[in-house]
Nanobody, 126 residues
Framework: QVQLVESGGGLVQPWGSLRLSCAAS????????VAWFRQAPGKEREGVSC????????DYIDSVRGRFTIPRDNAKNMMYLQMNNLKPEDPAVYYC???????????????????WGKGTLVTVSS
């Protein structure tokens, strides 16, 4: 069964760090651009970061640039979101997704994602 499964969410103190993982099954993650999205309560889903498949080009929204990185490990069929200096505005359900080969931001989301995980909750609180 083709699926993406996120893990690593949880409670972290402000300015702490957390690493989210995304594991792909039954398809080769390396063929696709992969991205992280998040949705906070009462807000619309937004793309957070993306990395292309062949070019490895990364993209970040302004609010996380310099704090988050999006490494991928094609040999393990996995991708990650390393989140540092977490702020009170970062809590949300974080989703990984895969699709296309390059990252194209359309509105507040990365376009062309075909496969989605079910999400992992990140909470920032002291």
């Amino acid at each position: 069964q083709v699926q993406l499964v996120e893990s690593g969410g949880g409670l972290v103190q402000p300015w702490g760090s957390l690493r989210l993982s995304c594991a792909a099954s039954e398809f080769t993650l390396g063929y696709y651009a992969v991205a992280w999205f998040r949705q906070a309560p009462g807000k619309e889903r937004e793309g957070v970061s993306c990395i292309g498949s062949h070019d490895g080009k990364t993209d970040y929204i302004d609010s996380v640039r310099g704090r988050f990185t999006i490494p991928r490990d094609n040999a393990k069929n996995m991708m990650y979101l390393q989140m540092n200096n977490l702020k009170p505005e970062d809590p949300a359900v974080y989703y990984c997704a895969a699709g296309g080969v390059v990252c194209v931001m359309k509105g507040a989301n990365y376009n062309g994602m075909e496969h989605w995980g079910k999400g992992t909750l990140v909470t920032v609180s002291s």
